[in-house]
Nanobody
């Protein structure tokens, strides 16, 4: 059983930084990809960043140069370092893992506001 648990969200001022973490507290799996999606109020869920098992990364254009994704395959953890945060980054950030099935965490709120 896979259980993805996120941490690290919160309230930050524009220009600030946050680091999100996600860990699988269930059975360790050999995920093809792990990453983060986000969903702002009234908007569709969108990709923020993903990383494959071999380390290939993919970022939304809106976060390139500001966000950095990393993962530890053995520990089934994935992290998202978010710098130079903007109000439009405000959203619920959901951890994602792709294997035989697609798995989702419950989400962590990130609010960027002065």
């Amino acid at each position: 059983q896979v259980r993805l648990e996120e941490s690290g969200g919160g309230l930050v001022q524009p220009g600030g930084s946050l680091r999100l973490s996600c860990a699988n507290s269930g059975t360790i799996m050999n995920f093809d990809a792990m990453g983060w999606y986000r969903q702002a109020p009234g908007k569709q869920r969108e990709l923020a960043a993903t990383v494959t098992r071999d380390g290939t990364t993919n970022y939304a254009d809106s976060v390139k140069g500001r966000f950095t994704i990393s993962r530890d395959n053995a520990k089934n953890t994935v992290h998202l370092q978010m710098n130079s945060l903007k109000p439009e980054d405000t959203a619920v950030y959901l951890c994602y893992a792709e294997g035989f099935f697609n798995y989702w965490g419950q989400g962590t709120q990130v609010t960027v506001s002065s």
